[in-house]
């Protein structure tokens, strides 16, 4: 595995300082609810319940995001007259690793629900030396232009976002991008914030640390297990 940094209380500092990234749970609300939920391991027992609440904190974090999109005026005819309010510019196109990212990404597309999905196949590559990614399946509309919301519920070392996110770019160069996870660690907004620097990072907690296997602790485990159920 990748040497890591050290953790410290400098570095989740820094992490929770970074202009460019917002933390949804740092306040009081309904979403530390639903993200304490997803840490308990009695209620992980519930895969149903594990994926629904990963859709949920998926649509308050597309309704706080949607607050920095483009919007146009547009009148509309009701029953008795008529209505000016703000619509949607140009809907995100929203981008999610298979398979944990599945059930944070119905969040977004919930909301966002007139959206175009991209989707990537990337996975680690266990007992190497360095944390190594593979993508291996890639499938876009086109980017140019666009606003690009690439979602993942864990952001642990941030080498498979980053990777997914570059390769993604061979459908066109996004006019805004948006990356969105449940859970960060300090090193992973660290890198994502020095490797894709024209990105926001939106997330629900970051965590105090990565273990020497490269997870995140206290985190919560494998999402796409807890989701979907254990793989070989």
Known sequence: MDALTPNSSDSLAAAHANPRVR?????????????SELRDVEVQKDSLR??????RLGEIMAYNISSELSYTTKTVRTPLGESSSQHLQDFPVLATVLRAGLPFHQGFL????????AFAAAYRIEGTAQVQVQVDYLSAPSLDGRVLILVDPMLAS???????????LRFGQPRQVYIAAVIA???????????????????????????AQAYIVPGLGDAGDLSYGSKL
């Open 23 to 35: 933390v949804v749970c740092a306040q009081p609300s309904i979403a530390n609810h639903f993200l």
């Open 158 to 168: 941030g080498k498979s976002l980053v990777q997914t996110y570059r390769a993604m």
């Open 185 to 211: 660690s300090p090193q992973g907004v660290e890198y994502v914030t020095r490797e894709v620097p024209e990105a926001s990072l939106w997330l629900s907690a970051i965590d105090d640390d990565l273990n």
């Open 110 to 117: 919930n909301y966002f629900d007139q959206s175009p999905s």
């Open 50 to 55: 594990f994926r629904r609440n990963l859709q």
